[in-house]
């Protein structure tokens, strides 16, 4: 079973146009996470949703808006792509516990996404 | 604001023999996470090991295993009989513990090559 899933792998398309990337996660996770890694690898954090409520909210361009409809969904909408936007990203999920806050992220297998 | 901090951009190990990669963070918290994530050339980001700020015994996960040096903010993983597979990028990952503040924050990353 895999715990979490991003569609589509791989996404290629013209600069100017919208896209989206769906993620799931069915590890009963209440949080869940965007990030995108850029071609040096660095992998920095987007976006952060909690029980479908938005709790980090990076400095990104309001091109870029997640959606929750429940708290095993985050889905990536991407407007008027730019070259720059080519990177991978990442949706992972987590499940705080307890006082001591602990968590693990599980990550999803990330998208490609390239922008001619 | 913390920082993690990778100094190795590339690191090479003979088969079988072992090795080391450094990760240095920066916080005033006292109570934390940190991680060490493998990312293979599938892209997949995999959980390789996790430590607690708050325990002072050195987490081991089968061939890995860490040195947490809190007071200097050191946190290395060391990667014995190392093997073909272990081959990928690995970074290192700091969370807070701090309600409310999900996110991690990873370092540069380095790339592990595992000669035959």
């Known amino acids: 079973d895999t715990a979490v899933s991003q569609t589509p792998k791989y996404l290629v398309t013209q600069m100017g146009n919208d896209k989206s990337i769906k993620c799931e996660q069915n590890?009963?996770?209440?949080?869940m996470y965007w990030y995108k890694q850029d071609s040096k690898k660095f992998l920095k954090i987007m976006f952060s949703?909690?029980?479908?409520?938005?709790?980090i909210n990076e400095t990104v361009p309001n091109r870029f808006s997640p959606k929750s409809p429940d708290k095993a969904h985050l889905n990536l909408h991407i407007n008027s792509l730019e070259l720059g936007d080519s990177a991978v990203y990442f949706c992972?999920?987590?499940?705080?516990?307890?006082?001591?806050?602990?968590?693990?992220?599980?990550f999803g297998p990330g998208t490609r996404l390239t922008v001619l | 604001a913390q920082t993690v901090t990778q100094s190795q951009p590339e690191m090479s190990v003979q088969e079988a023999e072992t090795v080391t990669l450094s990760c240095t963070y920066d916080?005033?918290?006292?109570?934390?996470?940190l991680f060490w994530y493998k990312q293979p050339p599938s892209r997949q980001m995999i959980l390789v090991i996790r430590?607690?700020?708050?325990?002072?015994q050195n987490a081991t996960e089968n061939r890995f295993s860490v040195n947490f040096q809190k007071a200097a903010k050191s946190f290395s993983l060391k990667i014995s009989d190392s093997q073909l597979g272990d081959a990928a990028m690995y970074f290192c990952?700091?969370?807070?513990?701090?309600?409310?503040?999900?996110?991690?924050?990873f370092g540069t990353g380095t790339r592990l090559k595992v000669l035959a």
């Open positions: 992972a999920s987590s499940q705080v516990w307890g006082w001591t806050g602990e968590d693990t992220q599980y």
């Open positions: 430590q607690e700020a708050y325990k002072q």
């Open positions: 990952a700091y969370r807070s513990t701090t309600s409310g503040t999900y996110k991690y924050i």
């Open positions: 590890l009963g996770h209440d949080t």
């Open positions: 916080t005033s918290e006292s109570d934390y996470y």
């Open positions: 949703y909690n029980n479908k409520e938005l709790i």
